[in-house]
């Protein structure tokens, strides 16, 4: 087998010698983890986790058509593992370490199939933001549903509240500052670290709701406001950059819009490598 550091070379890449095919080209998770510089593999490990979420983020895109898992046996041990699509490991190597250099080298690798159709996905952080999104979303149902039985009637008043307290302005005000349209919601205009500090003030409100019983329209926004102040204080102390002053980013539908692309794109070049094949 190749010396690792070859598998995602640009002029000989081993990575292509290593492919499966059983009607699509597919490679074992627990394989690629290796290649890209991790010592131990697990099926829930963060690359693996981050790629699937992303995938799972992107409307019309089935997750198992690229991740397909399998019992496989290594000796005699079984252990769960995926079939990844070439698509998939372009998410797996995107949401890994790149401070490990085959990560860096699979970056590259996957970025000169991808440089002809991508204009906004360039980087990790492009990656995070699909997922952080996606967490965002989840948090923010169940805050609403707990803030809703809880008593808030008027749940746009308390939403606000949260922005305030977090950005020292009203939600109005921070489209008006970052040239948001219309009545979009920041959110999806945020980058990596504004969605990061958005996350915290989003389920530490909601858990100071819970585990204070708190109750009523007026005390809730009340609870939104402090949350947001609180976390607005944490990052004044850390040195952090203030959230009203970190630049709006390309809308996160754009980036999504073109993994699909990438994901038809990436599933053509293996068709072509399956008709030569045969040929």
Same mark, same amino acid.
């Given at each position: 087998? !190749?010396? #690792?550091?070859?598998?995602?070379?640009?002029?000989?890449?081993?990575?292509?010698?290593?492919?499966?095919? &059983?009607? $699509? +080209?597919?490679?074992y998770a627990s394989d690629f983890i290796h290649w890209l510089g991790y010592r131990e593999y697990s099926p829930t490990m963060q690359? #693996? &986790? @981050? /790629?699937?979420?992303?995938?799972l983020s992107i409307p019309s895109i +089935?997750?198992?058509?690229?991740?397909?898992?399998?019992?496989?046996?290594?000796?005699? =041990?079984p252990i769960k593992d995926f079939k990844l699509s070439r698509f998939a490991c372009y998410l797996v190597s995107m949401n890994a370490d790149v401070k490990k250099v085959q990560v860096a080298k699979a970056q590259v690798y996957f970025a000169a199939f991808t440089a002809s159709f991508q204009e906004y996905v360039k980087s990790h952080e492009d990656m995070e933001r699909v997922w952080l999104r996606k967490d965002i979303s989840e948090g923010e149902k !169940?805050? /609403?549903?707990?803030? @809703?039985?809880?008593?808030?009637?008027?749940y746009d008043y308390f939403a606000n509240k949260g922005y305030m307290g977090l950005y020292n302005m009203s939600i109005h005000k921070i489209r008006e500052l970052k040239g948001i349209p219309g009545r979009e919601t920041p959110l999806d205009y945020m980058g990596s670290e504004e969605l990061g500090a958005n996350i915290f003030r989003i389920t530490q409100t909601n858990a100071k709701i819970k585990r204070e019983n708190i109750r009523g329209q007026h005390d809730l926004e009340q609870a939104?406001?402090?949350?947001? $102040?609180?976390?607005?204080?944490?990052i004044r102390e850390t040195g952090g950059t203030m959230p009203e002053d970190l630049?709006?980013?390309?809308?996160? =539908? =754009?980036i999504k819009s073109e993994l699909k692309k990438t994901s038809k794109e990436l599933n053509k070049a293996d068709k072509k490598l399956i008709k030569k094949k045969k040929k």
């Amino acid at each position: 087998m !190749s010396d #690792i550091g070859s598998y995602f070379d640009a002029e000989h890449p081993a990575f292509e010698d290593f492919y499966h095919e &059983n009607g $699509q +080209i597919y490679w074992y998770a627990s394989d690629f983890i290796h290649w890209l510089g991790y010592r131990e593999y697990s099926p829930t490990m963060q690359p #693996i &986790n @981050k /790629a699937m979420s992303v995938c799972l983020s992107i409307p019309s895109i +089935i997750t198992a058509d690229h991740f397909r898992e399998e019992v496989r046996y290594l000796g005699r =041990k079984p252990i769960k593992d995926f079939k990844l699509s070439r698509f998939a490991c372009y998410l797996v190597s995107m949401n890994a370490d790149v401070k490990k250099v085959q990560v860096a080298k699979a970056q590259v690798y996957f970025a000169a199939f991808t440089a002809s159709f991508q204009e906004y996905v360039k980087s990790h952080e492009d990656m995070e933001r699909v997922w952080l999104r996606k967490d965002i979303s989840e948090g923010e149902k !169940s805050l /609403a549903s707990t803030a @809703k039985q809880a008593g808030v009637v008027r749940y746009d008043y308390f939403a606000n509240k949260g922005y305030m307290g977090l950005y020292n302005m009203s939600i109005h005000k921070i489209r008006e500052l970052k040239g948001i349209p219309g009545r979009e919601t920041p959110l999806d205009y945020m980058g990596s670290e504004e969605l990061g500090a958005n996350i915290f003030r989003i389920t530490q409100t909601n858990a100071k709701i819970k585990r204070e019983n708190i109750r009523g329209q007026h005390d809730l926004e009340q609870a939104a406001l402090q949350v947001g $102040q609180t976390v607005r204080n944490a990052i004044r102390e850390t040195g952090g950059t203030m959230p009203e002053d970190l630049p709006a980013e390309v809308h996160v =539908k =754009k980036i999504k819009s073109e993994l699909k692309k990438t994901s038809k794109e990436l599933n053509k070049a293996d068709k072509k490598l399956i008709k030569k094949k045969k040929k």
